[in-house]
T-cell receptor, first 112, second 114 residues
Framework: DAGVIQSPRHEVTEMGQEVTLRCKPI?????LFWYRQTMMRGLELLIY????????DSGMPEDRFSAKMPNASFSTLKIQPSEPRDSAVYFC??????????FGPGTRLTVL | DQQVKQNSPSLSVQEGRISILNCDYT??????FLWYKKYPAEGPTFLIS?????DKNEDGRFTVFLNKSAKHLSLHIVPSQPGDSAVYFC?????????????FGKGTRLSVIA
């Protein structure tokens, strides 16, 4: 298996632009998680899905953030409009239902 | 309020010596603990875990110790190798009442000096 796939690996955009991050979880994994990593806050859980249904989005910082999982093999995290303080590394992770999560390589987002 | 704390942002250890990374938690409901390792430009990878019914789990050079009364766990790496240089994240969850998301600490950057 190729593991969790994220794209793009790097994204540089200007303030106010829409940003879409993509994730393909490991086949057969029922849970998908979106995290954000910053120096100040470490790894923060933004939202997670079970069987494509959002279970807890309390970590989503603002209404500018939204996430979807239209099917078992694809999820997106969208930021609209983006702001410089959104600059961070965004990770997607999946798990078959146990606690060990498998992380993707991350997307480094820079908002100028 | 941080439920999982790693109070040392960084640690330097000489090659061959023991590395001890510490983690404290506040939620007494946590019953499953994990350590993840992260290299630059990569996602975290699972290293070792421990259930609250145990106080020690060992896997090769890596041993995790759990002290429930103190709400403290530690990761020991013996002997430390330069390839162990990475950021280590402690994580915790509640398993016995259904899967709950992992709560991560902020990480400790380990540097193993040759």
């Amino acid at each position: 298996d190729a593991g969790v796939i994220q794209s793009p690996r790097h994204e540089v955009t200007e303030m106010g632009q829409e940003v879409t991050l993509r994730c393909k979880p490991i086949s057969g994994h029922d849970y998908l998680f979106w995290y954000r990593q910053t120096m100040m806050r470490g790894l923060e859980l933004l939202i997670y899905f079970n069987n494509n249904v959002p279970i807890d989005d309390s970590g989503m910082p603002e209404d500018r953030f939204s996430a979807k999982m239209p099917n078992a093999s694809f999820s997106t995290l969208k930021i609209q409009p983006s702001e410089p303080r959104d600059s961070a590394v965004y990770f997607c992770a999946s798990t078959p239902g146990y606690n060990e999560q498998f992380f993707g390589p991350g997307t480094r987002l820079t908002v100028l | 309020d941080q439920q999982v704390k790693q109070n040392s942002p960084s640690l330097s250890v000489q090659e061959g010596r023991i590395s001890i990374l510490n983690c404290d938690y506040t939620n007494s409901m946590f019953d499953y603990f994990l350590w993840y390792k992260k290299y630059p430009a990569e996602g975290p990878t699972f290293l070792i875990s421990i259930s609250s019914i145990k106080d020690k789990n060992e896997d090769g050079r890596f041993t995790v110790f759990l002290n429930k009364s103190a709400k403290h766990l530690s990761l020991h790496i013996v002997p430390s190798q330069p390839g162990d240089s990475a950021v280590y994240f402690c994580a915790a969850s509640i398993r016995n009442s259904g899967n709950t998301p992992l709560v991560f600490g902020k990480g400790t950057r380990l540097s193993v000096i040759a």
